[in-house]
């Protein structure tokens, strides 16, 4: 199925704006005093509303227009409790950590994760560490995001897959390294407005088709009755994995680092708290609405060939064509709001967390702008040339990376912040326990002891080597330490 | 981010520390209740038993659309009311 001329019209207007938005963000950041606390946090300015939905659409990502809703297609039902960790993001991701964090992040200077983890526990290996995980699984989490995105211009405009990556890679790093974080950050209230207002238009469209939800519900359990009850069909959720699920799509959040760090732009606690509720309704009324538009969808077109195509194709055959245009951008604006955040990240890992603190600890302004400058285009330039030849498991790669980075870090950003016991050593190997944990049972034949997830696992893991080893090793200094829990 | 005057009152890592008990305690009891609900109303179950209320299977409605409508307004509640610290 093709875009009809004007859709594609629609769509190209919308990243003329982007690319125009970024040299806005541009002018406004030549003036800077200190370049990297601009670049990579805005200078700490950002009220309620932009920090909201940078930070729901950096958690959120292409999958969430392209394989979200082909799970919630597939597999009816059962897939809000599927997805019903989504309603602990705004009270865990934010209100939790959000004081302790951005007030830490502010008083130390950092401007990534790993400056959190390097500041709290005085360990520059701990930063090393967790800059060269990032770094690899951010790598491979923005590839899938790339090819996400080249997919729909290749099915839907027409463009040759390698044509599409390409230009997709040029609008994407152009206008993170033109924009920085505030390029990134108005581009994303302008793209997050477009994702949610999509998702509220397409759900009423979707529901009036089918005749309203009691009719969609009827429609279901007459093509099967397993999109009704759980768990649904396949065998797809059993209870702990419908449990491990709430940790992998809820909890994991407060330690992806592409999120986490939109804390650490956040102006005040009034911008904090704000934030923390919009986001929890933000992503309410976002996943609802894109659940009932799935169903709806189901109960209207029974069978696809490739699920993964069901929104575009919604969009395309019940939505008008401008309409169709703006609303094909949403799963656009969520590739690009992750990867560019990815992407800042990335760079901000091999910049500060590499470059800067081991290599040239005294770098002037000049030569830290010129290596984030670098960073950034490099990073674009390997996950482009990656994406020309997709490997052929890269989603569970990305599955992998999330649980990945929660494994790792939940429990040292926890036990760190919140618990006056946390040793340098306790930290460095919770962070790195909770990571094999998750290798090895990854690599095992049945990943899934007792049914659950290995990130559950690797939780535990990480929890109990950082209480352990804490209580035998050295701490740190004491006057440090009351200073820091005063 | 700037200092607010509450906080230079109270201990800023007091009033972290509090934040972060409230906030993981009701994750984990939100977690816990929509599993428990869903089971009990939903798994297992025949479809023939399973009530539709207002087109939603009810296990769905009691296990997941309330806990997850009650969840967002406990955090709209508490962000915007209860959390201290608000002046600008």
Known sequence: ?486 | MQKTSTEQGKSSYALSLKEFKFAFSTTMIYILLSCAISYFLGYNKPVEEITIIWGIPSWVLFGVVIPWVLMVLLTIVYGFFVMEGDEK
């Open chain 1, 1 to 486: 199925m093709r875009a009809s001329p004007v859709t594609l019209m629609v769509f190209v207007c919308y990243f003329v704006v982007l690319i125009g938005i970024s040299f806005y963000a541009y002018y406004k950041r030549k003036n800077a005093k200190n370049f990297s606390e601009e670049y990579y946090v805005a200078g700490r300015s950002f009220g309620p509303w932009i920090v909201a939905f940078m930070w729901a659409t950096s958690w959120t990502s292409g999958g969430t227009f392209i394989g979200t809703p082909a799970v919630y297609y597939a597999m009816g039902w059962t897939a809000l409790l599927w997805q019903a960790g989504a309603g602990v993001l705004g009270m865990i991701g934010m209100l939790a950590i959000g004081r302790r964090i951005s007030r830490f992040a502010a008083e130390h200077n950092c401007v990534t994760l790993p400056d959190l983890f390097v500041e709290r526990f005085q360990s520059r290996l701990m930063g090393i560490i967790a800059a060269i995980s990032i770094l690899v699984f951010g790598v491979a989490y923005m590839v899938s995001q790339y090819i996400a995105a080249a997919r729909i211009l290749e099915t839907f405009i027409g463009i040759p897959y390698m044509w599409a990556i390409i230009s997709f890679a040029v609008i994407v790093g152009l206008y993170t390294t033109i924009g920085g974080i505030r390029g990134v950050a108005y581009n994303t209230l302008l793209q997050g407005i477009v994702m949610l207002g999509g998702s509220i238009v397409i759900a009423f469209i979707m529901v009036k088709a089918a005749g309203g939800l009691p009719e969609i519900t009827r429609q279901l359990a007459q093509l099967d009755p397993n999109l009704i009850t759980p768990p649904g069909p396949k065998n797809f959720l059993p209870l702990p994995t419908a449990f491990s699920t709430f940790f992998i799509l809820g909890v994991a959040v407060m330690a992806q680092p592409h999120v986490v760090t939109r804390i650490f732009t956040v102006k005040n606690m009034m911008s904090l708290k704000r934030s923390g509720a919009l986001i929890s309704l933000i992503t309410l009324v976002w996943f609802m609405s894109l659940f009932v538009s799935a169903l709806a969808a189901r109960a209207l077109i029974p069978q696809i060939d490739v699920p993964d195509r069901i929104f575009p194709t919604i969009v395309l055959q019940y939505t008008g064509s401008v309409l169709a245009g703006i609303l094909l951008s949403a799963p656009f604006a969520a590739v690009m709001s992750t990867v560019s955040s990815l992407i800042i990240s990335t760079s901000g890992a091999i910049m500060k967390d590499i470059y800067q603190r081991n290599f040239n600890p005294n770098a002037s302004e000049k030569a830290i702008k010129m290596t984030s400058y670098i960073a950034t285009i490099a990073i674009s330039a390997v996950v482009m040339v990656l994406s020309f030849n997709p490997p052929k498991f890269l989603q569970d790669i990305v599955m992998f990376a999330i649980s990945g980075f929660a494994a790792s870090f939940t429990v040292p950003i926890i036990l760190g912040f919140f618990w006056k016991g946390g040793t340098p050593m306790g930290g460095l190997l919770s962070m790195i326990s909770g990571f094999v944990t998750l290798l090895v049972l990854y690599a095992q034949p049945n990943p899934n002891p007792f049914g659950f997830n290995p990130l559950v696992w690797g939780l535990v893991v990480s929890a109990v080597v950082m209480v352990v080893v804490s209580k035998v090793t050295k701490p740190n200094d004491s006057a440090f330490m009351e200073k820091i829990f005063e």
